[in-house]
C-alpha cells in the first residue's frame, strides 16, 4: 500500500533545490551509496546531532535524498531515506522516506554528477532515449541504453475517484501524478520505459510508471546516469506549477527495482 507524501517533507524536499552547499549539485537532490568497501552506514540521531542512538547499513547502490550539511560536520551530511521493505520486492515505489541521519561524504555520490547518458529523441518525438557513450571501444549496438516512451493518456476513459473538493484521488485505484482536479487538454503519459543492455534487456514493472502524467520532454528536466554497469539511474522532473513532481528510478543489473516519487511545486 502507498503512502501519502506529508507537506513537511514535500517542503524540505524542496528547500533542497536552492542549497549552493553542495558544489555542483543543481538539478535533483539525489545521492546513492558509491563505497568501495560496498556498503555505508548512516549515524541515527535522537534529540541532538551527537547522540548517536544507532548505526544504519545502506549497500551499494541505495539512494537517499540530500537535506543538507550535517550541523558542526565538514565531512558528513544530512539524508532522508526510505526504510526497506521486509521481504525483497521485484518492485517497490516510496513516497515517504520516513528515516534520516548522516552518512560521510567520501562514500557518497550525487547522481546528476555521476557518468551521463547521452540524449536524444526518437524521429517521431514521442520517445526519449539515453545511450552510454563512456565507452567509444563499444559498438553503437552493444551499448547500453534507456527509452522512455511518451503517448497521449487513455486516463479520461479509466475510473477515477475524487474528493469533495473535486481533486482526483485515484485513477483505476492508483494515485495520480502531475494533476490535481481535472485531466488537462492534451495531457500526455508515461508509456512504457526499456532498458537494453548487452545479455539483459526488460520493460519496466507497471507499476513503476503508473499514472506518471505530463512527463518532460525536456533534456534539463531528465537525464540518466550510471554508478557502473549494474546500477543505472533515470531521474524526471515532470508537470508544471502546483503540479510538478519529481521521480527516481534505481535499475539494478537491468531491471527497475526502487523509485522514489514527490511532489516538489515551482
Not at 522516506?97 to 518525438?125: C, H, W
Not at 541504453?145 to 479520461?156: L, Q
Not at 503540479?243 to 534505481?250: A, E, F, I, P, Q
Given at each position: 500500500?502507498?503512502?501519502?507524501?506529508?507537506?513537511?517533507?514535500?517542503?524540505?524536499?524542496?528547500?533542497?533545490?536552492?542549497?549552493?552547499?553542495?558544489?555542483?549539485q543543481q538539478k535533483v537532490p539525489f545521492g546513492v551509496v558509491k563505497?568501495?568497501?560496498?556498503?555505508?552506514?548512516?549515524?541515527?540521531?535522537?534529540?541532538?546531532?551527537?547522540?548517536?542512538?544507532?548505526?544504519?547499513?545502506?549497500?551499494?547502490?541505495?539512494?537517499?535524498?540530500?537535506?543538507?550539511?550535517?550541523?558542526?560536520?565538514?565531512?558528513?551530511?544530512?539524508?532522508?531515506?526510505?526504510?526497506?521493505?521486509?521481504?525483497?520486492?521485484?518492485?517497490?515505489?516510496?513516497?515517504?522516506?520516513?528515516?534520516?541521519?548522516?552518512?560521510?561524504?567520501?562514500?557518497?555520490?550525487?547522481?546528476?554528477?555521476?557518468?551521463?547518458?547521452?540524449?536524444?529523441?526518437?524521429?517521431?518525438?514521442?520517445?526519449?532515449?539515453?545511450?552510454?557513450?563512456?565507452?567509444?571501444?563499444?559498438?553503437?549496438?552493444?551499448?547500453?541504453?534507456?527509452?522512455?516512451?511518451?503517448?497521449?493518456?487513455?486516463?479520461?476513459?479509466?475510473?477515477?475517484?475524487?474528493?469533495?473538493?473535486?481533486?482526483?484521488?485515484?485513477?483505476?485505484?492508483?494515485?495520480?501524478?502531475?494533476?490535481?482536479?481535472?485531466?488537462?487538454?492534451?495531457?500526455?503519459?508515461?508509456?512504457?520505459?526499456?532498458?537494453q543492455q548487452p545479455g539483459r534487456g526488460s520493460v519496466f514493472v507497471?507499476?513503476?510508471?503508473?499514472?506518471?502524467?505530463?512527463?518532460?520532454?525536456?533534456?534539463?528536466?531528465?537525464?540518466?546516469?550510471?554508478?557502473?554497469?549494474?546500477?543505472?539511474?533515470?531521474?524526471?522532473?515532470?508537470?508544471?506549477?502546483?503540479?510538478?513532481?519529481?521521480?527516481?528510478?534505481?535499475?539494478?543489473?537491468?531491471?527497475?527495482?526502487?523509485?522514489?516519487?514527490?511532489?516538489?511545486?515551482?
Amino acid at each position: 500500500m502507498m503512502i501519502s507524501v506529508n507537506k513537511a517533507f514535500c517542503v524540505s524536499i524542496f528547500s533542497v533545490f536552492s542549497l549552493a552547499s553542495v558544489k555542483g549539485q543543481q538539478k535533483v537532490p539525489f545521492g546513492v551509496v558509491k563505497a568501495e568497501e560496498g556498503y555505508a552506514n548512516v549515524r541515527v540521531h535522537k534529540d541532538n546531532y551527537r547522540k548517536i542512538v544507532d548505526k544504519i547499513r545502506m549497500r551499494k547502490g541505495d539512494v537517499f535524498v540530500y537535506v543538507k550539511p550535517a550541523p558542526g560536520e565538514t565531512e558528513w551530511i544530512w539524508i532522508k531515506y526510505p526504510e526497506k521493505q521486509d521481504a525483497d520486492k521485484p518492485f517497490v515505489r516510496y513516497e515517504d522516506l520516513d528515516k534520516e541521519g548522516m552518512v560521510n561524504k567520501e562514500r557518497i555520490a550525487f547522481i546528476d554528477q555521476l557518468p551521463q547518458y547521452t540524449p536524444s529523441k526518437s524521429k517521431n518525438g514521442r520517445s526519449l532515449i539515453f545511450v552510454d557513450n563512456s565507452n567509444p571501444k563499444i559498438p553503437t549496438a552493444q551499448r547500453s541504453k534507456v527509452v522512455i516512451d511518451v503517448y497521449p493518456s487513455n486516463a479520461g476513459y479509466r475510473k477515477q475517484e475524487k474528493d469533495a473538493n473535486g481533486n482526483i484521488l485515484t485513477i483505476d485505484k492508483v494515485k495520480p501524478w502531475g494533476i490535481s482536479n481535472e485531466l488537462p487538454e492534451g495531457m500526455t503519459e508515461i508509456k512504457s520505459i526499456r532498458v537494453q543492455q548487452p545479455g539483459r534487456g526488460s520493460v519496466f514493472v507497471r507499476e513503476a510508471i503508473k499514472n506518471m502524467f505530463m512527463p518532460t520532454m525536456d533534456f534539463n528536466n531528465v537525464g540518466v546516469t550510471a554508478l557502473d554497469n549494474d546500477h543505472i539511474f533515470l531521474y524526471m522532473i515532470n508537470g508544471t506549477g502546483e503540479n510538478r513532481y519529481t521521480s527516481l528510478w534505481t535499475i539494478k543489473e537491468g531491471r527497475v527495482i526502487s523509485q522514489i516519487i514527490y511532489k516538489s511545486p515551482e
